[in-house]
Protein backbone atom coordinates (compact mmCIF):
# COMPACT_ATOMS: atom_id res chain seq x y z
CA UNK A 1 0.00 0.00 0.00
CA UNK A 2 1.51 3.34 -1.13
CA UNK A 3 1.52 5.92 2.05
CA UNK A 4 -0.39 9.12 1.67
CA UNK A 5 2.88 11.81 1.52
CA UNK A 6 2.30 14.94 4.28
CA UNK A 7 3.61 17.78 4.38
CA UNK A 8 4.04 20.28 6.94
CA UNK A 9 5.92 24.07 6.93
CA UNK A 10 7.88 26.26 9.60
CA UNK A 11 10.61 28.45 10.55
CA UNK A 12 11.91 25.97 12.65
CA UNK A 13 14.78 27.88 13.70
CA UNK A 14 14.94 27.30 17.66
CA UNK A 15 14.58 23.71 17.41
CA UNK A 16 13.07 22.12 20.10
CA UNK A 17 11.17 19.06 21.39
CA UNK A 18 7.70 20.72 20.06
CA UNK A 19 9.02 20.67 16.91
CA UNK A 20 9.86 17.14 16.79
CA UNK A 21 6.61 15.99 18.56
CA UNK A 22 4.94 18.12 15.63
CA UNK A 23 6.88 16.08 13.18
CA UNK A 24 6.28 12.69 15.18
CA UNK A 25 2.15 13.10 15.10
CA UNK A 26 1.94 14.28 11.45
CA UNK A 27 3.95 11.47 10.50
CA UNK A 28 1.68 8.55 11.92
CA UNK A 29 -0.31 10.06 8.57
CA UNK A 30 1.81 8.99 6.18
CA UNK A 31 5.47 9.94 4.93
CA UNK A 32 6.24 13.34 6.08
CA UNK A 33 7.62 15.98 3.83
CA UNK A 34 9.16 19.38 5.82
CA UNK A 35 8.82 23.07 4.14
CA UNK A 36 11.35 25.44 5.75
CA UNK A 37 11.24 29.59 5.65
CA UNK A 38 14.04 31.07 3.99
CA UNK A 39 16.44 33.46 5.46
CA UNK A 40 15.06 36.19 3.40
CA UNK A 41 11.70 35.66 3.68
CA UNK A 42 12.16 35.09 8.13
CA UNK A 43 13.91 38.44 8.20
CA UNK A 44 11.27 39.85 5.86
CA UNK A 45 8.13 38.45 7.39
CA UNK A 46 9.20 38.43 11.51
CA UNK A 47 11.26 41.43 11.15
CA UNK A 48 14.28 39.40 12.58
CA UNK A 49 17.39 37.23 10.88
CA UNK A 50 17.47 33.83 12.02
CA UNK A 51 19.44 32.45 14.70
CA UNK A 52 20.61 29.52 12.09
CA UNK A 53 20.79 29.35 8.54
CA UNK A 54 18.77 27.95 6.55
CA UNK A 55 21.06 25.39 5.73
CA UNK A 56 21.72 24.52 9.01
CA UNK A 57 18.10 24.06 10.09
CA UNK A 58 17.59 22.08 6.71
CA UNK A 59 20.60 19.95 7.91
CA UNK A 60 18.38 19.62 11.24
CA UNK A 61 15.36 18.94 10.03
CA UNK A 62 16.20 16.56 7.49
CA UNK A 63 17.95 14.61 10.26
CA UNK A 64 14.80 14.31 12.44
CA UNK A 65 14.38 10.66 11.76
CA UNK A 66 9.91 11.51 11.37
CA UNK A 67 11.30 13.10 8.55
CA UNK A 68 11.50 11.79 4.59
CA UNK A 69 12.63 14.63 2.96
CA UNK A 70 12.95 18.40 3.37
CA UNK A 71 13.12 21.81 1.42
CA UNK A 72 13.99 25.17 1.85
CA UNK A 73 10.65 27.24 0.49
CA UNK A 74 11.07 29.70 -2.28
CA UNK A 75 8.00 31.51 -1.92
CA UNK A 76 7.59 34.42 0.83
CA UNK A 77 5.18 35.27 3.65
CA UNK A 78 2.89 33.51 5.70
CA UNK A 79 2.43 31.05 2.06
CA UNK A 80 6.13 30.80 1.42
CA UNK A 81 5.46 26.54 0.62
CA UNK A 82 3.46 27.27 -2.44
CA UNK A 83 6.58 26.35 -4.90
CA UNK A 84 7.16 23.48 -2.65
CA UNK A 85 3.96 21.77 -2.91
CA UNK A 86 4.35 21.90 -6.65
CA UNK A 87 7.64 19.91 -6.11
CA UNK A 88 6.10 17.05 -3.21
CA UNK A 89 2.78 17.17 -4.20
CA UNK A 90 1.10 15.99 -0.94
CA UNK A 91 -1.93 14.55 0.00
CA UNK A 92 -2.26 16.28 3.33
CA UNK A 93 -1.37 19.75 4.87
CA UNK A 94 -1.24 19.44 8.46
CA UNK A 95 -0.98 22.50 10.86
CA UNK A 96 -0.23 23.11 14.38
CA UNK A 97 -3.23 24.71 16.54
CA UNK A 98 -1.83 28.34 16.44
CA UNK A 99 -0.43 27.87 12.53
CA UNK A 100 -3.60 27.38 10.82
CA UNK A 101 -5.73 30.21 8.54
CA UNK A 102 -8.24 30.39 5.93
CA UNK A 103 -6.07 30.82 3.79
CA UNK A 104 -4.35 27.22 4.15
CA UNK A 105 -7.40 25.91 4.16
CA UNK A 106 -8.66 27.41 0.87
CA UNK A 107 -4.87 26.21 -0.69
CA UNK A 108 -5.98 22.64 0.36
CA UNK A 109 -9.49 23.15 -1.11
CA UNK A 110 -8.07 24.16 -4.42
CA UNK A 111 -5.61 21.26 -4.32
CA UNK A 112 -7.27 18.77 -3.45
CA UNK A 113 -5.63 18.06 0.19
CA UNK A 114 -6.81 16.85 3.33
CA UNK A 115 -6.17 19.70 5.58
CA UNK A 116 -5.49 18.15 9.72
CA UNK A 117 -5.12 20.44 12.37
CA UNK A 118 -2.78 18.98 15.42
CA UNK A 119 -3.16 20.48 18.82
CA UNK A 120 0.18 21.86 20.65
CA UNK A 121 0.73 18.96 22.81
CA UNK A 122 4.02 18.46 24.80
CA UNK A 123 5.56 14.45 24.42
CA UNK A 124 5.01 12.48 27.20
CA UNK A 125 6.60 13.24 30.36
CA UNK A 126 8.50 16.50 28.85
CA UNK A 127 7.77 19.85 29.17
CA UNK A 128 5.62 21.88 26.44
CA UNK A 129 8.15 23.97 24.41
CA UNK A 130 7.90 26.62 21.98
CA UNK A 131 10.00 28.92 20.29
CA UNK A 132 8.19 32.32 22.27
CA UNK A 133 8.99 30.60 25.22
CA UNK A 134 13.17 30.36 24.62
CA UNK A 135 13.14 33.63 23.31
CA UNK A 136 12.28 34.96 26.74
CA UNK A 137 15.35 33.75 28.37
CA UNK A 138 16.49 36.22 26.09
CA UNK A 139 16.30 40.32 27.03
CA UNK A 140 12.52 41.39 28.10
CA UNK A 141 13.33 44.91 28.20
CA UNK A 142 11.02 46.91 26.72
CA UNK A 143 11.24 50.10 24.19
CA UNK A 144 9.53 52.62 23.81
CA UNK A 145 7.85 54.84 21.11
CA UNK A 146 6.88 58.46 20.65
CA UNK A 147 3.44 59.43 20.50
CA UNK A 148 3.55 63.03 20.35
CA UNK A 149 5.62 65.96 21.56
CA UNK A 150 9.09 64.38 20.31
CA UNK A 151 11.92 66.96 21.34
CA UNK A 152 9.79 69.11 24.47
CA UNK A 153 12.07 67.23 26.64
CA UNK A 154 15.06 69.07 25.08
CA UNK A 155 15.33 72.06 27.33
CA UNK A 156 16.27 74.40 24.20
CA UNK A 157 13.00 73.36 23.03
CA UNK A 158 10.68 73.83 26.10
CA UNK A 159 12.31 77.46 26.62
CA UNK A 160 9.94 78.71 24.10
CA UNK A 161 6.67 76.86 25.46
CA UNK A 162 6.09 73.93 27.89
CA UNK A 163 4.28 70.79 26.88
CA UNK A 164 3.93 67.45 27.10
CA UNK A 165 5.81 64.19 25.26
CA UNK A 166 3.65 61.05 25.51
CA UNK A 167 4.86 58.15 25.67
CA UNK A 168 3.85 53.96 25.29
CA UNK A 169 6.26 51.51 27.18
CA UNK A 170 6.57 48.58 24.46
CA UNK A 171 7.26 45.03 24.99
CA UNK A 172 9.87 43.38 22.81
CA UNK A 173 7.75 41.28 21.04
CA UNK A 174 9.67 42.10 17.88
CA UNK A 175 13.96 42.62 16.69
CA UNK A 176 14.82 46.19 18.04
CA UNK A 177 16.98 47.13 16.05
CA UNK A 178 19.96 49.69 16.42
CA UNK A 179 19.79 53.01 15.34
CA UNK A 180 15.83 52.63 14.31
CA UNK A 181 14.24 55.54 16.64
CA UNK A 182 13.27 53.04 19.70
CA UNK A 183 15.95 54.19 21.94
CA UNK A 184 18.10 51.35 22.01
CA UNK A 185 21.03 54.19 23.65
CA UNK A 186 19.04 54.30 26.52
CA UNK A 187 18.11 50.86 26.36
CA UNK A 188 21.64 49.31 26.24
CA UNK A 189 22.63 51.03 29.28
CA UNK A 190 19.65 49.97 31.01
CA UNK A 191 20.80 45.95 29.69
CA UNK A 192 24.17 46.74 31.03
CA UNK A 193 22.56 47.12 34.92
CA UNK A 194 19.86 44.69 34.85
CA UNK A 195 20.36 42.37 31.20
CA UNK A 196 17.13 40.74 31.46
CA UNK A 197 14.26 42.38 33.04
CA UNK A 198 13.67 45.96 34.74
CA UNK A 199 13.85 45.94 38.94
CA UNK A 200 10.79 45.41 40.93
CA UNK A 201 10.71 49.11 41.66
CA UNK A 202 8.72 52.17 41.53
CA UNK A 203 8.51 53.10 37.68
CA UNK A 204 9.13 56.57 38.22
CA UNK A 205 11.68 56.10 40.27
CA UNK A 206 13.71 53.56 38.22
CA UNK A 207 13.03 56.03 35.52
CA UNK A 208 15.30 58.88 37.37
CA UNK A 209 18.05 56.74 37.95
CA UNK A 210 18.32 55.41 34.79
CA UNK A 211 18.08 58.92 33.42
CA UNK A 212 21.14 59.64 36.05
CA UNK A 213 23.06 56.66 34.67
CA UNK A 214 22.84 57.35 31.08
CA UNK A 215 23.44 61.73 31.80
CA UNK A 216 26.25 60.63 34.34
CA UNK A 217 28.82 64.09 34.56
CA UNK A 218 31.53 62.69 32.89
CA UNK A 219 29.59 61.77 29.29
CA UNK A 220 32.16 62.12 26.70
CA UNK A 221 30.43 63.29 23.76
CA UNK A 222 28.64 65.95 26.33
CA UNK A 223 25.16 64.79 25.11
CA UNK A 224 22.08 64.88 27.26
CA UNK A 225 19.37 62.16 26.04
CA UNK A 226 15.93 63.35 26.41
CA UNK A 227 14.01 62.15 29.50
CA UNK A 228 11.46 60.88 27.50
CA UNK A 229 13.41 58.02 26.50
CA UNK A 230 14.25 56.77 30.08
CA UNK A 231 10.50 57.63 31.22
CA UNK A 232 9.01 55.69 28.16
CA UNK A 233 10.91 52.40 28.75
CA UNK A 234 10.39 52.14 32.89
CA UNK A 235 6.38 53.10 33.27
CA UNK A 236 4.25 51.10 31.79
CA UNK A 237 1.29 51.98 29.41
CA UNK A 238 0.65 55.32 28.04
CA UNK A 239 2.58 58.11 29.73
CA UNK A 240 2.68 61.81 29.28
CA UNK A 241 5.37 63.92 30.82
CA UNK A 242 5.69 67.53 31.13
CA UNK A 243 8.56 69.95 30.35
CA UNK A 244 9.38 73.34 30.95
CA UNK A 245 12.79 74.69 30.06
CA UNK A 246 14.32 71.57 32.38
CA UNK A 247 15.23 67.74 31.35
CA UNK A 248 13.25 66.21 33.70
CA UNK A 249 9.33 67.10 33.32
CA UNK A 250 7.41 68.95 36.27
CA UNK A 251 4.73 66.43 36.65
CA UNK A 252 4.05 62.78 34.72
CA UNK A 253 0.60 61.04 34.68
CA UNK A 254 0.43 57.96 33.39
CA UNK A 255 -2.54 55.74 31.79
CA UNK A 256 -3.09 51.79 32.43
CA UNK A 257 -6.75 51.62 31.29
CA UNK A 258 -7.09 48.20 29.04
CA UNK A 259 -10.11 50.10 27.25
CA UNK A 260 -7.61 52.68 26.08
CA UNK A 261 -4.32 50.64 25.69
CA UNK A 262 -6.44 48.17 23.74
CA UNK A 263 -7.86 50.34 21.52
CA UNK A 264 -4.32 52.28 20.76
CA UNK A 265 -3.14 48.49 19.55
CA UNK A 266 -5.90 47.96 17.57
CA UNK A 267 -5.04 51.51 15.31
CA UNK A 268 -1.36 51.72 15.77
CA UNK A 269 1.02 50.10 14.15
CA UNK A 270 4.60 50.45 12.61
CA UNK A 271 7.05 49.93 9.27
CA UNK A 272 10.31 48.90 8.90
CA UNK A 273 12.77 51.25 7.40
CA UNK A 274 16.01 51.55 6.54
CA UNK A 275 18.43 52.03 10.11
CA UNK A 276 19.26 56.22 10.38
CA UNK A 277 22.85 55.75 8.52
CA UNK A 278 26.13 56.40 10.08
CA UNK A 279 26.48 59.96 10.44
CA UNK A 280 23.21 60.84 9.90
CA UNK A 281 22.59 63.98 12.29
CA UNK A 282 18.41 65.18 12.66
CA UNK A 283 19.12 68.01 14.20
CA UNK A 284 20.95 69.71 11.08
CA UNK A 285 19.45 72.75 10.12
CA UNK A 286 16.91 72.59 12.91
CA UNK A 287 14.92 75.98 13.16
CA UNK A 288 13.17 76.17 16.48
CA UNK A 289 10.96 78.88 17.26
CA UNK A 290 8.01 80.12 19.55
CA UNK A 291 5.23 79.71 17.22
CA UNK A 292 6.56 75.79 15.97
CA UNK A 293 7.02 74.65 19.66
CA UNK A 294 3.79 76.16 20.80
CA UNK A 295 1.99 73.91 17.63
CA UNK A 296 4.23 70.87 19.18
CA UNK A 297 2.76 71.33 23.14
CA UNK A 298 -0.69 71.83 21.57
CA UNK A 299 -0.96 68.68 18.99
CA UNK A 300 0.67 66.95 22.24
CA UNK A 301 -2.30 67.86 24.46
CA UNK A 302 -4.87 67.47 21.90
CA UNK A 303 -3.19 63.71 21.17
CA UNK A 304 -4.18 62.92 24.61
CA UNK A 305 -7.35 63.77 25.10
CA UNK A 306 -8.16 62.09 21.89
CA UNK A 307 -6.50 58.69 23.29
CA UNK A 308 -8.23 59.01 26.26
CA UNK A 309 -11.73 59.44 24.60
CA UNK A 310 -10.59 56.87 22.01
CA UNK A 311 -11.44 59.31 19.20
CA UNK A 312 -9.65 57.85 16.36
CA UNK A 313 -10.72 61.10 13.78
CA UNK A 314 -9.29 63.21 16.52
CA UNK A 315 -6.67 61.17 17.76
CA UNK A 316 -5.11 60.89 14.14
CA UNK A 317 -5.02 64.54 13.14
CA UNK A 318 -3.21 65.22 16.27
CA UNK A 319 -1.24 62.84 16.00
CA UNK A 320 0.16 64.15 12.15
CA UNK A 321 0.18 67.49 13.56
CA UNK A 322 2.28 66.56 16.38
CA UNK A 323 4.91 65.40 13.50
CA UNK A 324 4.18 68.24 11.29
CA UNK A 325 5.44 70.01 14.06
CA UNK A 326 8.31 68.14 14.57
CA UNK A 327 9.56 68.27 10.96
CA UNK A 328 8.97 71.95 10.64
CA UNK A 329 11.55 72.47 13.82
CA UNK A 330 13.92 69.69 12.73
CA UNK A 331 13.59 68.50 9.16
CA UNK A 332 16.39 66.26 8.48
CA UNK A 333 14.11 64.27 10.46
CA UNK A 334 12.73 62.92 6.75
CA UNK A 335 16.05 62.64 5.49
CA UNK A 336 17.18 59.45 3.32
CA UNK A 337 14.60 56.32 3.20
CA UNK A 338 12.08 58.44 5.31
CA UNK A 339 9.88 60.47 2.88
CA UNK A 340 9.95 57.96 0.42
CA UNK A 341 8.47 55.33 3.04
CA UNK A 342 5.98 58.26 4.34
CA UNK A 343 5.01 58.81 0.33
CA UNK A 344 4.42 55.16 -0.27
CA UNK A 345 2.27 54.43 2.88
CA UNK A 346 0.03 57.49 3.72
CA UNK A 347 -1.06 57.04 0.21
CA UNK A 348 -2.85 53.71 1.47
CA UNK A 349 -6.60 54.54 2.28
CA UNK A 350 -6.69 52.37 5.70
CA UNK A 351 -3.99 54.96 6.60
CA UNK A 352 -4.77 57.94 8.68
CA UNK A 353 -1.93 59.25 9.98
CA UNK A 354 2.18 58.60 10.85
CA UNK A 355 4.94 59.65 11.97
CA UNK A 356 8.53 58.76 13.25
CA UNK A 357 8.45 56.50 16.70
CA UNK A 358 11.93 58.68 18.14
CA UNK A 359 14.01 61.49 16.62
CA UNK A 360 14.07 60.16 12.79
CA UNK A 361 16.43 59.86 9.88
CA UNK A 362 15.03 56.03 9.46
CA UNK A 363 14.44 53.00 11.87
CA UNK A 364 10.59 52.69 11.81
CA UNK A 365 7.43 54.53 10.78
CA UNK A 366 4.41 54.71 13.13
CA UNK A 367 0.94 54.35 11.15
CA UNK A 368 -2.48 55.70 12.65
CA UNK A 369 -4.98 53.06 10.93
CA UNK A 370 -8.56 52.20 10.88
CA UNK A 371 -7.85 48.43 12.04
CA UNK A 372 -4.27 47.03 12.50
CA UNK A 373 -5.55 43.48 11.71
CA UNK A 374 -6.90 43.90 8.28
CA UNK A 375 -3.75 46.32 7.35
CA UNK A 376 -1.45 43.70 8.80
CA UNK A 377 -3.54 41.12 6.52
CA UNK A 378 -2.65 42.71 3.49
CA UNK A 379 0.65 44.30 4.20
CA UNK A 380 2.64 41.00 5.55
CA UNK A 381 5.73 43.74 7.08
CA UNK A 382 3.95 45.80 9.71
CA UNK A 383 4.69 45.60 13.03
CA UNK A 384 1.93 45.26 15.37
CA UNK A 385 2.91 46.75 19.23
CA UNK A 386 1.98 45.05 22.41
CA UNK A 387 1.69 48.10 25.05
CA UNK A 388 3.42 47.12 28.71
CA UNK A 389 0.86 46.37 31.06
CA UNK A 390 0.86 47.47 34.52
CA UNK A 391 3.59 46.41 36.79
CA UNK A 392 7.26 45.36 35.83
Known sequence: MVKKKVFVSGCYDLLHSGHVEFFRQAAEYGDLYVGIGSDKTIEGYKHHKTVYSEQERLFMVKSIRYVKDAFINAGSGILDFLPTLDIVHPDILVVNSDGGSEEKRKVCEERGMEYVMLSRDPHEGLTARSSTDLKKTTSQIPTRIDIAGTWIDQPYVSQYAPGWAITASI?????????????????????????????????????????????????????????????????????????????????????????????????????????????????????????KVKALADAASRCWEALMACDLEAFAKAFKDSFDAQVAMFPAMIQGCVQPTIDQYSALPNVLAWKMPGAGGGGYLILVVNDVDVFAAVHPETIKLTIRRGGL
Open 171 to 291: EPTFEIRERCGLSTSTRNMIRRIWPYQLPNMDPETLARLVFCFENHPEREDGIISGAQDAIGICIPGVCRHYYDNHFWPLKIETCQDDKVLNWLEHHLCMIPMEPRRAGCSVVEGKDVTEP
